[in-house]
């Protein structure tokens, strides 16, 4: 695709402007707010150089090249004038992304492809019904330099010759696509991490478990048989009676849906919000946060190289 537009240069955009400029693409991106345009760059080449540590980036790249390849625009017109693509990553707010649906519809080459990155909303309601056959959802994950599913979901009305056209894109950038039949909130991913989180709102708040004691079930009992075996290909080996017993028994019943965790908001109500505020579910010594998101992609980037060394299970 010789030129992709990005709106929105938040946490996504930059990300993922990065990941296209990567791969070989013009790239232009704007947002509304003077400070996120400004920090795209930097952010970009802050990514760019832990990708360079770990070796994990294409060869004869530096922040000169890549402020080249990705134009930031303090406009929405000259960002995708001529643009063949344009991925939205603003807000998640429907009415926000559908001033700029509207706004892109009147300003946007007739055959643009129109991507969002969405995480939960049905956005395809929100786009002019002229732009439905080349509309579509492409979801990606943070970091997406680091983390390689894209999800490409059509609309009811998209070509299906445009979810082959960004399936292979994102193939082209060296990233995994999964092509949905349709649009679902939360996609696979992010459905399955919102079940293990009820059940781990669950065991913390009936004091079932530890913080340190549920990581340390999912790092030394979950987690190391997924990257190999995913979930069906594990339960293959399970055997799948024992699967079809353990249904029947209907000995686990799932938490029911709930709004809200106890243990969740005394955390938030003490100001225990994460990596951000220093302390969350761990705490988190008072180290710089900066440094704890570098450390935390240094160690995800070392995984990703010994995966494709191991790969996967052969025929799954
Ligand atoms: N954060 C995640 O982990 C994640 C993962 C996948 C998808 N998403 C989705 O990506 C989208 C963006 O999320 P984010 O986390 O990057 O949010 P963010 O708040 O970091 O960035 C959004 C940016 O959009 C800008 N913006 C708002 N309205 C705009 C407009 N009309 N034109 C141009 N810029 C505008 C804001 O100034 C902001 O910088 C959301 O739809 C979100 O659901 C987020």
Redesign the pocket.
Known sequence: MAEIAV???????HGIALVLALGGHGVRI????AR?RAAVPVLMASALATLQEAGAAPEGWDAARLAQAVRVEAE?EPTVAGAGLVIE????NPE?KRA?FSELDRICPADAILAS???YLDVFPLIPDSRQARALVM????PPYIIDLVDVVPGPGTDPAVIEAMRDLVLGLGQVPIVLKRFIPGYVANRIQSAISAEVFRLLDEGVASPREIDDAVIHGLSLRIPILGHLAKADFTGLELTQRALANASYAPPPARSRSETLEALCAEGRTGVMAGRGYFDWGGRDPAELFRERDRKLLALKHAMAGIGRMEGT
């Open positions: 709106i929105g240069g938040g946490l996504m955009g704007t947002d509304t707010q996120t929405l990553a603003i807000t998640e926000a700029l990155n969405t995480s979801h990606w994950y943070t």
